[in-house]
């Protein structure tokens, strides 16, 4: 790649971006689902490129833009972050119920697929293990974790990347369609907190298109422009954190070759999560805003979904529609089985209004959790984004295990990984039922 086709490929992916900003602002089931205008975007170049109406070519080079792109977004992912658990027992339900899946979709996710190649022979090897990082992560994890098996064992995991963004898809539509069914249903039966019916929000929270008097700031300014662009430092200290990473691993793999089978992408993961700390103890993490990080990774991930839904090949969603569709489903309805039966069986305060958080984080992404929770809690008076944030510090490790999962099922083996995914589920249950056994007993109790 010459920086003259790297200029011709940013300059086809934004115009395919902003055709899908002009679709999405019209089409209002794309906006009822909250679909991307990146990944409509992507669509439009799929059917407008060589494998369907030849009006356009998409080039080869847009495979490459997602490995190198999440070493980006996996280091922003840590950097920035301040872990406080104040209020941690507050928020324990959450906590658990969403390690519960985690764990539940890595392990019914792989058995589920493993008996799927049973009768679809043809696909690729390892898929399984791409539900959890779409379901939990949307298409930026789940075109990763096709990326790592492609890289890994290119000779049996072709159209990875394409089955993980179309599981992600699946994902995001049954989080949104099924999700919005479940908070009507709620709401007839009582379990809202704040409202007797699904609040409608205004056309703008739905298109995507803020009017000004709406805007919110997305970052500070930390340095004088004169001195150095802020984003131009928030993008050097992720170079830092990915040259810190690259040197420890570089070093490592001397020691132990059998490192050299992790993927690049969590060089700057471990370099942030190093990087980090140091920078606070020297008071100098000051200069440096989470929310510019989070613009960074949010820019990498868009370029990836126009890139990698542009280039999926038609071929492997005719062939593997089906067996997809049945991942889809499955993994779906158990999560939002099980976040239903946990929450009412343990009724914290507000504990509809965190279960349909969960239901959409856990199937679409923690955007898709906080549109339904906002239907139900119109002037953001619920505790359920502060029980996610609450999650996510104490599970920020948890990005680690985002490249690391499908680097286990192919060095290891499918049941490995099962295991894990079981450790998971038995370790949060195990910890749920001791937490709130009690409790639970004497509400019943006082019921009867």
């Known amino acids: 790649m010459t920086l003259n086709s ?16 002009i679709i999405r602002s019209y089409v209002k089931p794309f906006q009822r689902w909250f679909l991307p205008a990146a ?32 070493r980006v977004i996996m280091a922003c992912s840590v950097l920035g972050v301040n872990v406080d658990l104040s209020k941690l027992r507050d928020h324990l339900d959450y906590t658990f119920v969403n390690a519960f899946i985690f764990g539940a979709q890595i392990v019914v996710g792989l058995l589920l697929a493993e008996g799927l190649m049973m009768i679809w022979l043809d696909m690729p090897f390892g898929w399984g293990i791409l539900g959890v ?27 990875a990347v394409g089955v993980g963004l179309l599981l992600a898809t699946g994902g995001l539509v049954i989080s949104m369609t099924v999700g919005m069914y ?23 929270f739905y298109r995507g298109i803020i009017p000004q008097e709406e805007r919110k700031s997305i970052g500070e300014y930390t340095t004088t422009p004169n001195a150095v662009n802020p984003i131009m430092l928030h993008l050097g200290v992720v170079g830092v954190a990915y040259a810190i990473g690259w040197g420890i691993f570089y070093y490592l793999i001397k020691l132990f070759p059998i490192l050299n089978q992790l993927h690049p992408m969590l060089f700057g993961l471990v370099g942030g999560i190093i990087l980090w700390p140091v920078m606070r103890k020297l008071n100098i993490a000051g200069y440096c805003d989470r929310r510019i990080f989070n613009l960074i990774a949010g820019l990498c991930l868009e370029v990836i979904i126009v890139t990698s839904m542009a280039s999926i090949s038609i071929d492997l969603i005719s062939r593997f529609f089906v067996p997809l569709l049945i991942h889809i489903v499955v993994c779906c309805a158990l999560t939002i089985f099980v976040c239903i039966w946990f929450y009412r069986k343990v009724r914290n305060p507000q504990w509809f209004e965190k279960c349909c958080m969960s239901i959409g984080t856990c199937t679409g992404s923690s955007t898709n959790g906080l549109a339904l929770v906002r239907a139900i809690d ?21 990005n680690l295990f985002n490249p690391i999962l499908p680097t286990m099922v192919v060095l290891y083996s ?26 639970v007993r004497a509400r019943e109790a006082a019921e009867k």
Not at 151 to 157: A, G, H, Y
């Open 6 to 21: 790297l200029f011709n490929d940013i300059m086809l992916l934004s115009v395919l971006l902003i055709i899908g900003v």
């Open 39 to 70: 990944f409509i975007g992507g669509i439009a170049g799929l059917f407008l490129g060589q494998q369907f109406l030849g009006v356009i070519e998409i080039p080869a080079s847009f495979g490459g833009f997602n490995g190198m792109l999440m």
């Open 133 to 159: 990082l779409a379901y939990f992560g949307s298409h930026g994890t789940a075109a990763m974790g096709g990326e790592i098996l492609i890289d890994m064992l290119p000779e049996v995991t072709e159209g």
């Open 182 to 204: 479940v908070v009507n249903y709620g709401v007839k039966k009582g379990w809202a907190t704040f409202v007797k019916e699904p609040e409608k929000q205004p056309d703008y």
């Open 378 to 398: 119109p002037q953001a008076q619920s505790i359920a984004p502060e029980a996610h944030g609450v999650y996510n510090g104490l599970f920020w490790w948890n």
């Open 414 to 439: 499918m049941w490995t990984t099962v295991g894990l995914g079981a450790a998971f589920m038995l370790g949060s249950a195990v910890l749920a039922y001791l937490v709130f056994r009690k409790q």
